[in-house]
């Protein structure tokens, strides 16, 4: 089945500075990557996602970066601010016809020092 | 709010009984799928529903089952409740079958003693 790997578990940054978070994936044929931000107590929602015929995104000071060779996509957040710090997971899908499988990476807790 | 709501908020039951647990997606969304949460195990999806039917199964086991009825809004029944089947359970809804965004409801805090 399919494997998402997280990177790191933890991070901790000072407010304004940048914070990547990787993924990396096992299933070649996974073809949406969403990530989601999950404050203490709260819901995950969803904060950006990419399709596999994209290689980028932004939304503000948020992005994903997908290489689809390599099987990996990563979250990056610049400008940081203290309401930043939350748990960041990472999800692959593969929608595929019947074989359809939604995969999370374990999380990374994200701390936005001020 | 994402429009989702779930009932109840929280559950304490005993090992070997049986819950049930209730979503109602968003207006107009035809997806519901169920998310286990656990400290362990991290965030599982366990099934989606999309319009009725079943569409895709996750990690859900045996003892766990859904259904979707007509007015969209879903189940998850949980039975011979254990100890590691404590979690937070969360459903989620969206538009379409695939690739939309999903809105999560606030989840279901279900303690097995």
């Known amino acids: 089945g399919e494997n998402v790997e997280q990177h790191p578990s933890t991070l901790s940054v000072q407010e304004g500075d940048s914070a990547v978070i990787k993924c990396t994936y096992s299933?070649?044929?996974?073809?949406?990557f969403p990530w989601y931000k999950q404050e203490l107590g709260k819901r995950p929602q969803l904060i950006i996602d990419?399709?596999?015929?994209?290689g980028e995104k932004k939304d503000q000071r948020i992005a994903v970066t997908l290489n689809k060779t390599a099987k990996h996509f990563s979250l990056h957040i610049t400008e940081t601010q203290p309401e930043d710090s939350a748990v960041y997971f990472c999800?692959?899908?593969?929608?595929?016809?019947?074989?359809?499988?939604?995969?999370f990476g374990k999380g990374t807790l994200l701390t936005v020092n001020p | 709010d994402s429009g989702v709501t779930q009932t109840p908020k929280h559950l304490i039951t005993a090992t070997g009984q049986r819950v049930t647990l209730r979503c109602s997606p968003r207006?107009?969304?035809?997806?519901v799928y169920w998310y286990q949460q656990s400290l362990d195990q991290g965030l599982q999806f366990l099934i989606q529903?999309?319009?009725?039917?079943?569409?895709a199964k996750g990690n859900i086991l045996e003892r766990f089952s859904a259904q979707q009825f007509p007015d969209l809004h879903s189940e998850l029944n949980l039975s011979s409740l254990e100890l590691g089947d404590s979690a937070l359970y969360f459903c989620?809804?969206?538009?379409?079958?695939?690739?939309?965004?999903?809105?999560f409801g606030p989840g279901t805090r279900l303690t097995v003693l």
């Open positions: 990419i399709r596999s015929n994209v």
């Open positions: 999800a692959a899908i593969n929608s595929g016809g019947s074989n359809y499988k939604l995969t």
């Open positions: 207006s107009g969304d035809l997806s």
């Open positions: 529903y999309y319009n009725g039917e079943e569409r």
């Open positions: 989620a809804s969206s538009p379409g079958p695939v690739n939309n965004e999903q809105f």
């Open positions: 299933d070649s044929a996974s073809n949406y």
